[in-house]
């Protein structure tokens, strides 16, 4: 293969590679999602390297001819046309300089990068030789549920954007300016999330795709893609874990107000340097609309499939781990956040307020003003979200250990079904459009289990205020 054709080559796969994953990670999908497809689409940029290095590694030689295959030969044929066209065109007596030199400038290319790691590391090890030591304690972190045995210790430097380094003895580096004990709190906590992730060791093999494709755009996008989602799954996991998505939002915002991002620092920067970012970032933690799933979603499971490497199966085996629990849902946030909420008819048997029978009320209702927010406990997938007689307007949301739940009487909706929701988002509002004496949420809770009878698993109304970590209003 001629650096011509090199060149052409990987300018026309990258760019394919980063157009689709573009087009699947356009609009609001989940963080991991996105990382994924974007760390999909860098593997399989790679690929065409691996496939020249194993065809030189084959004999010239085949045992036997391979048969004809009707529908590759065309695209083969095209292929070679335009390699002979290719070459032909830089061939000749006054072009045959072209192809030293484009490999020399290649070469250069590539001897720059590797002087630009170098710088970096330089940088990197002369700002941590002017830091010093933070001597205070950092409070409640949440070290059982990260799975870590010990805070790093925190420095101080003058200034730059905070971030976590060292192979040995790590320790996270933070601007002086960021020493509120709820801002450091918060970004050691986003820090020891990428310890956790491993984020040390993938990234650098991450931002080598730019480094090897230098002359690429698209391995550039691609770079900057894998950075920032990078970082929006930390953001997603460290606002979970520090009880406050608000304020963890207002520390980022206070961390780039106050921090100058140091350039071409070979770790992960608690700030990128792209303008962009920020507000990105922020978007995606103060937005309460549902992650929702795109039309080529299809398209980007395949072309992760196709990139899917023992580091990507174990993300997502360990993202599995910590969505499922012990066998059960996690219900992390108040279904209704109002004041004026409370049970007025709860699981049982009751006589009903419209006719007087005595039957069996399979849920629990909660009073509440019209119009009230009704969130979701936890994440999970909307089954159904219509109108059901009897019941009014229903959301019915399936989550990952077989339960599901029936949120009725709302006076709106504001999901559809097949939606995935996250904890917390807002999924309709209370109301009193079914059979009702004023508004109010009715919830049913259904869990999986054997029938006595036939011995069948089937659903079973359960009560929700018996429900383990399921919290049904808290004041506003």
Partial sequence: MTPAWFVVFILLWTGFLAGTASLVTHGRVPARFAQLVWRGAGLLAVFPLLVMAAVSLMPQQMPAALPDIPYVEPAAGAVTSATVTLQSAVSGPEWAWTGPALLALLAAGWLYRLAMGLCGQLRLQRLKSRSM???????????TQ????????????????PFIAGIAGRAVYVPEGLEAPGDLRRIVIHECVHLKRGDLITRPMERMIADIFWFSPFAWMMRRELDFWREAVCDEIASTLSGDRIAYARTLAQAARIATPQRALPVAAFILPRKRSLPMRLDRLLEVRPARSRPLAALGASLAALALTPLALAEVKQAETADKGEGRAMFGHAILMSGEAKVSSTFGKRSDPLNGKVRLHKGTDIKAPMGTPVHTPGCGTVIFSDFKKGYGETIEIAY??????????????????GDEVSTGTVIGKVGASGRATGPHLHLEHWKPGVDSKTGKTAL????????????????G
């Avoid at 990260?146 to 954007?161: A, H, N, Q, T």
């Avoid at 990952?400 to 079904?417: H, I, N, P, W, Y």
């Fill in 133 to 143: 030591v933070h001597w205070r304690n950092i409070d409640a972190f949440p070290l």
């Fill in 146 to 161: 990260l799975g870590l045995e010990r805070v790093p210790p925190v420095r101080l430097i003058p200034d730059g954007s």
């Fill in 400 to 417: 990952e250990d077989g339960t599901r739940m029936r949120f009725s009487q709302l006076s709106k909706r504001l999901v559809t079904a």
């Fill in 460 to 475: 079973a109304p359960q009560d929700p205020q018996t429900t383990e970590g399921l919290v049904l209003y808290a004041a």
